[in-house]
């Protein structure tokens, strides 16, 4: 439903200044609610039944008028309300009307039917609402045929839950009781303090009140839960008591989380040391969720995951077991960033997820510094600018224009750039210095709210720094796009010099994006940044590393300015550079061919992060249009001999491209197959195919990223051989008449299934597709679901995208098999007809949340114009579908835009030169 254009302008203009924008009396909001009706404090009430529909609810909140009104605005979304009533300051009460001013938004008014004065009021609402389908709100999902309720509020569900004030900035306590079946079990944020009998077979728990909380962080859960027996967390210097700690899951599933529990106070003792503030809230559950949308959601002490993050045995995949650590410690560092301190508007949401990414990695090298989360910042940043590197790129700091932007803004832009941000200026003032920053700025704002400006000054006062630093961070913030370093070698006055200059990284084909800015338009929406490539500069702290006669040194230069330069000083004769140092920066650089050459001559030297670094830089100067395929094949072959297994199958992603793209005949890709098969074959035959005794995780991650490329993408008949005798066993029969799945190794039971899929066509996937209903095990849900998703014959693959909307699937699960299938023209093709014909089921699964995604569902993959402009035909009549679609169209078509543009660069031939 399209709002009036006067609103939505003012509305824009407001967001784009840093400034709330508030409705005047005749206008539904378009951005945030006024600021003169804040909430105090709420008593939300639930009556739950799982095996219903529906359930009912009773909301009292307590509300501060700062001018006298007839009305409030306020959130609530699908909520069948059957009576409000409000009390003034006097105490007295009458009834009041509930006005769905704007449905689709979820925006309402409370008419009072006269102007109360200002001062403090209380509205109480009693509603009743559907359990939620989508995931979101309070929803209902199903496990071993048993119901449970649970809630995802972030981030801006809650008002499908209970009427509020669905924003961060509105942080009030909340006192929370839940009337359920005696048989069930309820559990919240905080810990219980009382059980009555409420009627013939039910029970109502009341909870502590709880600290001041966004409605975001609001979670509670009604079902048959297992619960661990409480474990504590002993005290440290921050923290005089011992902190409760508890593992939910599923009926049978808690002694599965033994492992998570184990784990879990090293996090918190961890986090505790470096923000110098111990945990705050009273007790720490970590639930297992039968199914959810997020990966995991950092709700004050009841933090929730998907099942295969928390539910771990002696047999589960190494990925699950090393993902479990590192997202529980993503979801604990939010209890101080997020929690503790909360962004005070959704632009600001990178104060939450950045910081909770890179509070992570640090924890994890404490911690478990065999899992080299310094390598995973790296591939998290290089993640991160494949999209910051398109013209649609939002930036860190994106201005809310509606929902929209609200719903696509937990992105790889959030999360992994804006870690790589920070880490890049903690480089810059040191890890002391910028601890103490973050400590300051904790204590200034706990309990309450914060936005980027009081980030920055913290760290800016704990460094000595002024304006010039906080230009240069907020630089990195508030616009998009990677920075490209250039660089070149001089000699000047006898001594090596390395000049600078930086630009705007825009791969080939970007200048050439006109159905991105007509999609933004049509909605809109700021979706293209109207800055490209020359007038735009950041603040970039630039560490070279230098060859010298007895090894390397590191230079480091601020660039603020289109162009610079920097002594080396002590530099060898010739002698080659690094233009990264350690990683620690986020931005590409490029090489001339001769330099480029002496740095590859030297990347053995590199540190393990470096060479990432290097990957990054040739596949940079490949999309930018400066090297041609066989040269990218010659520049990444010396990584491939590394002992680190993130820098030795670092050149994969970027070979399969070439592969599937640039390769045209037989020939072309049998030279491509026979370059994987030398580099990669002998290391995967060292480790085997099956677990050893004794192995590191490392190994078993190698053998698991090893197999699925040679065996499913380059299809070397050694490698699927070995996978195919795992999933023909793993498809076996038991005697109970189940699929003997634990045959296979569980590192590699996705893609056994994948090759026995491939070769044994329907009888495999009629099998998977009977079995996946059975399973409750998510690690072999997950191996079902991957061997599907490796389908290839045509009908057979429309047969698995059917069975991706039906119920056995899980909503979060479906999307694993919409994604798949994409590798060939005549793939994508029977992929967009099906999309086409199933749109509306598709929509209604996904929900409101999802909206960005569906594009991508669409035509990800593709790689011509003529897939380009389909997409953006079918979508441009369908904006307002679901919040979040016009900037999904914008980036999706860009994306196969310029996969179209490099595609048509490429000379084939240079493959076998």
Same mark, same amino acid.
């Given at each position: 439903?399209?709002?009036?254009?006067?609103?939505?302008?003012?509305?824009?203009?407001?967001?784009?200044?840093?400034?709330?924008?508030?409705?005047?009396?005749?206008?539904?909001?378009?951005?945030?609610?006024?600021?003169?009706?804040?909430?105090?404090?709420?008593?939300?009430?639930?009556?739950?039944?799982?095996?219903?529909?529906?359930?009912?609810?009773?909301?009292?909140?307590?509300?501060?008028?700062?001018?006298?009104?007839?009305?409030?605005? %306020?959130?609530?979304?699908?909520? *069948?309300?059957?009576?409000?009533?409000?009390?003034?300051?006097?105490?007295?009460?009458?009834?009041?009307?509930?006005?769905?001013?704007?449905?689709?938004?979820?925006?309402?008014?409370?008419?009072?039917?006269?102007?109360? $004065?200002?001062?403090?009021?209380?509205?109480?609402?009693?509603?009743?609402?559907?359990?939620?389908?989508?995931?979101?709100?309070?929803?209902?999902?199903?496990?071993?045929?048993?119901?449970?309720?649970?809630?995802?509020?972030?981030?801006?569900?809650?008002?499908?839950?209970?009427?509020?004030?669905?924003?961060?900035?509105?942080?009030?306590?909340?006192?929370?009781?839940?009337?359920?079946?005696?048989?069930?079990?309820?559990?919240?944020?905080?810990?219980?303090?009382?059980?009555?009998?409420?009627?013939?077979?039910?029970?109502?728990?009341?909870?502590?009140?709880?600290?001041?909380?966004?409605?975001?962080?609001?979670?509670?859960?009604?079902?048959?839960?297992?619960?661990?027996?409480?474990?504590?967390?002993?005290?440290?210097?921050?923290?005089?008591?011992?902190?409760?700690?508890?593992?939910?899951?599923?009926?049978?599933?808690?002694?599965?989380?033994?492992?998570?529990?184990?784990?879990?106070?090293?996090?918190?003792?961890?986090?505790?040391?470096?923000?110098?503030?111990?945990?705050?809230?009273?007790?720490?559950?970590?639930?297992?969720?039968?199914?959810?949308?997020?990966?995991?959601?950092?709700?004050?002490?009841?933090?929730?995951?998907?099942?295969?993050?928390?539910?771990?045995?002696?047999?589960?995949?190494?990925?699950?077991?090393?993902?479990?650590?590192?997202?529980?410690?993503?979801?604990?560092?939010?209890?101080?960033?997020?929690?503790?301190?909360?962004?005070?508007?959704?632009?600001?949401?990178?104060?939450?997820?950045?910081?909770?990414?890179?509070?992570?990695?640090?924890?994890?090298?404490?911690?478990?510094?065999?899992?080299?989360?310094?390598?995973?910042?790296?591939?998290?940043?290089?993640?991160?600018?494949?999209?910051?590197?398109?013209?649609?790129?939002?930036?860190?700091?994106?201005?809310?224009?509606?929902?929209?932007?609200?719903?696509?803004?937990?992105?790889?832009?959030?999360?992994?750039?804006?870690?790589?941000?920070?880490?890049?200026?903690?480089?810059?003032?040191?890890?002391?210095?910028?601890?103490?920053?973050?400590?300051?700025?904790?204590?200034?704002? &706990?309990?309450?709210?914060?936005?980027?400006?009081?980030?920055?000054?913290?760290?800016?006062?704990?460094?000595? &720094?002024?304006?010039?630093? *906080?230009?240069?961070?907020?630089?990195?913030?508030?616009?998009?796009?990677?920075?490209?370093?250039?660089?070149?070698?001089?000699?000047?006055?006898?001594?090596?010099?390395?000049?600078?200059?930086?630009?705007?990284?825009?791969?080939?084909?970007?200048?050439?994006?006109?159905?991105?800015?007509?999609?933004?338009?049509?909605?809109?929406?700021?979706?293209?940044?109207?800055?490209?490539?020359?007038?735009?500069?950041?603040?970039? $702290?630039?560490?070279?590393?230098?060859?010298?006669?007895?090894?390397?040194?590191?230079?480091?230069?601020?660039?603020?300015?289109?162009?610079?330069?920097?002594?080396?000083?002590?530099?060898?004769? $010739?002698?080659?550079?690094?233009?990264?140092?350690?990683?620690?920066?986020?931005?590409?650089?490029?090489?001339?061919?001769?330099?480029?050459?002496?740095?590859?001559?030297?990347?053995?030297?590199?540190?393990?992060?470096?060479?990432?670094?290097?990957?990054?830089?040739?596949?940079?100067?490949?999309?930018?249009?400066?090297?041609?395929?066989?040269?990218?094949?010659?520049? %990444?072959?010396?990584?491939?001999?590394?002992?680190?297994?993130?820098?030795?199958?670092? $050149?994969?992603?970027?070979?399969?491209?070439?592969?599937?793209?640039?390769?045209?005949?037989?020939?072309?890709?049998?030279?491509?197959?026979?370059?994987?098969?030398?580099?990669?074959?002998?290391?995967?035959?060292?480790?085997?195919?099956?677990?050893?005794?004794?192995?590191?995780?490392?190994?078993?991650?190698?053998?698991?990223?090893?197999?699925?490329? %040679?065996?499913?993408?380059?299809?070397?008949?050694?490698?699927?051989?070995?996978?195919?005798?795992?999933?023909?066993?793993?498809?076996? &029969?038991?005697?109970?008449?189940?699929?003997?799945?634990?045959?296979?190794?569980?590192?590699?039971?996705?893609?056994?299934?994948?090759?026995?899929?491939?070769?044994?066509?329907?009888?495999?996937?009629?099998? %998977?597709?009977?079995?996946?209903?059975?399973?409750?095990?998510?690690?072999?849900?997950?191996?079902?679901?991957?061997?599907?998703?490796?389908?290839?014959?045509?009908?057979?693959?429309?047969?698995?995208?059917?069975?991706?909307?039906? &119920?056995?699937?899980?909503?979060?699960?479906?999307?694993?098999?919409?994604?798949?299938?994409?590798?060939?023209?005549?793939?994508?093709?029977?992929?967009?007809?099906?999309?086409?014909?199933?749109?509306?089921?598709?929509?209604?699964?996904?929900?409101?949340?999802?909206?960005?995604?569906?594009?991508?569902?669409?035509?990800?993959?593709?790689?011509?114009?003529?897939?380009?402009?389909?997409?953006?035909?079918?979508?441009?009549?369908?904006?307002?579908?679901?919040?979040?679609?016009?900037?999904?169209?914008?980036?999706?078509?860009?994306?196969?835009?310029?996969?179209?543009?490099?595609?048509?660069?490429?000379?084939?031939?240079?493959?076998?030169?």
């Amino acid at each position: 439903m399209r709002r009036h254009l006067r609103p939505l302008l003012l509305t824009a203009l407001a967001a784009s200044c840093g400034m709330a924008f508030a409705a005047s009396a005749d206008q539904v909001p378009a951005g945030r609610l006024p600021a003169w009706a804040v909430p105090q404090s709420y008593r939300i009430a639930f009556k739950v039944d799982p095996a219903q529909t529906d359930f009912s609810g009773t909301t009292t909140i307590k509300v501060k008028l700062a001018q006298a009104s007839d009305h409030v605005w %306020l959130d609530g979304a699908e909520l *069948k309300v059957s009576k409000v009533t409000v009390t003034d300051a006097a105490g007295k009460a009458h009834d009041a009307k509930y006005v769905e001013a704007d449905p689709k938004a979820g925006v309402v008014r409370v008419d009072f039917g006269s102007t109360l $004065p200002a001062g403090e009021i209380t509205l109480k609402f009693d509603y009743t609402a559907p359990l939620n389908a989508q995931l979101q709100g309070l929803y209902k999902v199903t496990a071993k045929g048993q119901p449970y309720a649970m809630t995802q509020m972030e981030p801006i569900s809650a008002r499908f839950a209970f009427p509020s004030f669905d924003e961060p900035g509105f942080k009030t306590p909340f006192d929370i009781s839940i009337t359920l079946p005696d048989s069930q079990v309820a559990v919240a944020n905080t810990q219980q303090v009382s059980e009555k009998p409420a009627g013939q077979g039910w029970k109502t728990v009341t909870f502590a009140q709880t600290l001041p909380l966004p409605t975001y962080l609001v979670a509670f859960g009604v079902g048959p839960w297992d619960i661990t027996p409480t474990a504590e967390i002993s005290p440290d210097a921050y923290r005089t008591k011992p902190l409760p700690l508890r593992g939910i899951a599923a009926a049978g599933e808690a002694h599965r989380m033994s492992h998570v529990i184990s784990e879990t106070p090293s996090i918190i003792h961890a986090l505790e040391n470096y923000y110098g503030f111990g945990y705050p809230w009273d007790k720490l559950d970590v639930l297992a969720a039968p199914d959810f949308a997020a990966g995991a959601m950092e709700n004050a002490g009841l933090v929730t995951f998907r099942d295969w993050l928390l539910l771990l045995d002696k047999d589960s995949p190494a990925r699950n077991v090393r993902g479990s650590f590192n997202v529980t410690a993503h979801e604990l560092a939010h209890q101080w960033t997020g929690d503790t301190v909360t962004l005070a508007w959704w632009n600001d949401i990178w104060l939450n997820e950045a910081f909770a990414t890179w509070m992570q990695e640090k924890v994890t090298e404490e911690v478990h510094p065999e899992y080299r989360a310094d390598l995973d910042r790296v591939r998290g940043a290089q993640g991160a600018m494949a999209s910051d590197s398109l013209v649609s790129a939002r930036s860190i700091r994106q201005p809310i224009t509606g929902n929209g932007d609200i719903m696509t803004a937990f992105d790889g832009i959030t999360y992994q750039k804006g870690a790589s941000v920070i880490g890049m200026f903690e480089n810059y003032v040191g890890e002391q210095t910028f601890q103490k920053g973050m400590r300051a700025y904790i204590q200034a704002h &706990k309990f309450g709210n914060a936005d980027a400006d009081d980030l920055v000054n913290a760290i800016a006062t704990a460094a000595g &720094k002024g304006d010039d630093f *906080k230009h240069a961070f907020k630089s990195f913030l508030d616009q998009s796009g990677v920075p490209y370093v250039q660089t070149r070698l001089a000699q000047k006055d006898g001594q090596t010099v390395l000049e600078l200059k930086q630009t705007r990284y825009l791969p080939l084909g970007s200048h050439d994006a006109p159905h991105v800015r007509q999609i933004c338009q049509a909605d809109r929406g700021p979706c293209v940044d109207s800055q490209v490539e020359g007038d735009r500069t950041w603040g970039i $702290p630039v560490c070279v590393r230098y060859g010298t006669t007895d090894g390397s040194k590191v230079a480091c230069s601020m660039l603020d300015k289109a162009g610079g330069s920097m002594a080396l000083t002590g530099a060898s004769t $010739p002698t080659w550079v690094m233009p990264n140092a350690n990683a620690a920066g986020y931005y590409r650089f490029s090489l001339d061919k001769s330099e480029l050459g002496a740095l590859t001559k030297e990347v053995a030297k590199l540190s393990d992060t470096e060479q990432l670094a290097y990957a990054d830089a040739i596949n940079a100067s490949f999309q930018h249009g400066d090297l041609d395929a066989g040269q990218v094949l010659a520049a %990444l072959e010396p990584l491939t001999a590394s002992k680190t297994s993130q820098v030795a199958t670092a $050149p994969l992603g970027q070979v399969g491209w070439i592969y599937h793209h640039v390769a045209k005949t037989d020939a072309q890709r049998a030279r491509i197959a026979d370059w994987v098969k030398a580099a990669y074959l002998p290391k995967l035959e060292a480790l085997g195919y099956q677990r050893k005794a004794g192995e590191s995780e490392d190994d078993s991650l190698l053998r698991s990223t090893l197999a699925s490329a %040679l065996g499913l993408e380059f299809k070397l008949p050694e490698v699927r051989a070995e996978l195919l005798k795992q999933g023909e066993a793993a498809l076996q &029969k038991n005697a109970n008449g189940r699929l003997n799945l634990t045959a296979a190794n569980p590192d590699l039971l996705g893609d056994a299934l994948g090759v026995a899929v491939q070769t044994q066509g329907k009888s495999a996937v009629d099998a %998977l597709i009977a079995e996946l209903p059975q399973t409750s095990d998510p690690a072999l849900r997950n191996g079902i679901l991957g061997g599907l998703a490796s389908v290839e014959d045509p009908a057979l693959a429309e047969q698995v995208r059917d069975f991706a909307i039906s &119920k056995p699937v899980k909503v979060g699960e479906m999307a694993s098999l919409l994604r798949s299938g994409r590798g060939t023209q005549a793939q994508r093709d029977a992929t967009w007809t099906w999309f086409n014909s199933h749109y509306a089921q598709i929509l209604a699964r996904t929900g409101s949340f999802a909206g960005g995604a569906l594009p991508m569902l669409a035509g990800g993959g593709g790689c011509s114009s003529r897939e380009a402009q389909r997409l953006q035909s079918f979508f441009r009549s369908r904006m307002n579908d679901a919040a979040g679609i016009s900037r999904g169209l914008a980036q999706t078509t860009e994306s196969i835009e310029l996969c179209a543009a490099l595609t048509v660069r490429q000379d084939p031939a240079s493959i076998t030169h």
